[in-house]
């Protein structure tokens, strides 16, 4: 069973830079999968912000993209994200989450891109 | 404003059938990507309720179903149940000309009366 653990500061001052890490026990960082971070702001709905491949590519969310930075430490099993030059809308639960990019279905498999393990979530305050 | 576009609530008592709109365009939907379904009780993390518009996960109870046609999805839910009561999210794939990503639907928010 995937499971996956963020850690990282709960508080950061605007203007900082946000830095969370994802620990991936169960699994290992180097299958066919991509991982990713998803936010959502209190009382509000899920943002994909990006996500990162074993090899080190990554896809960003273009309305974030300026400001954000994914990797991944595969020795440590796990991956990071970095957002810079916060604000208070920046204010949210942090998820980290594995991507399944194909499924098979009744003798086929298909390209998915689905979130299919979640982390428990971190909230990241920015407030000075 | 979310890409994909949900009911901000729905409400049923137990015993029914309820179902969830989820309302894209010809750049995500429409353009044949999947779409997927995630249940979020409160206080927890999002879980995948059904991938490949019409897959459950193992677990996940055959009262839940998923259908797609043309540039909309629906999630139906049948024999309501009082822990049914949570958020709903749909989630598929967005391609345009300011770039690709997965994209979320704004959530709804199911109420078991």
């Known amino acids: 069973q995937v499971q996956l653990q963020e850690s990282g500061p709960g508080l950061v001052k605007p203007s900082g830079t946000l830095s969370l890490t994802c620990a991936v026990s169960?699994?290992?960082?180097?299958?066919?999968?991509?991982w990713s971070w998803v936010r959502q702001p209190p009382g509000k709905g899920l943002e994909w912000i990006g996500e990162?491949?074993?090899?080190?590519?990554?896809n960003y969310n273009p309305s974030l993209k300026s400001r954000v930075t994914i990797s991944v430490d595969k020795s440590k099993n796990q991956f990071s994200l970095k957002l810079s030059s916060v604000t208070a809308a920046d204010t949210a639960v942090y998820y980290c989450?594995?991507?399944?990019?194909?499924?098979?279905?009744?003798?086929?498999?298909?390209?998915?891109?689905?979130?299919?393990?979640w982390g428990q979530g971190t909230l990241v305050t920015v407030s000075s | 404003q979310s890409v994909l576009t949900q009911p901000p609530s729905v409400s049923g008592a137990p015993g029914q059938r309820v179902t969830i709109s989820c309302t894209g365009s010809?750049?995500?939907?429409?353009?044949?990507?999947?779409v997927h379904w995630y249940q979020q009780l409160p206080g927890t993390a999002p879980k995948l309720l059904i991938y490949?518009?019409?897959n459950r996960p193992s677990g996940v109870p055959d009262r839940f179903s998923g259908s797609k046609s043309g540039t909309s999805a629906s999630l139906a839910i049948t024999g309501l149940q009082a822990e049914d009561e949570a958020d709903y999210y749909c989630?598929?794939?967005?391609?345009?000309?300011?770039?690709?990503?997965?994209?979320f639907g704004g959530g709804t928010k199911l109420t078991v009366l």
């Open positions: 490949g518009n019409s």
């Open positions: 989450a594995r991507v399944e990019a194909l499924y098979c279905s009744g003798g086929s498999c298909y390209s998915g891109y689905y979130f299919d393990y």
């Open positions: 169960g699994g290992s960082i180097s299958s066919s999968n991509w």
């Open positions: 989630q598929s794939y967005d391609s345009s000309l300011s770039g690709s990503r997965e994209v």
């Open positions: 990162i491949y074993h090899s080190g590519s990554t």
């Open positions: 010809s750049s995500n939907i429409g353009a044949g990507y999947d």
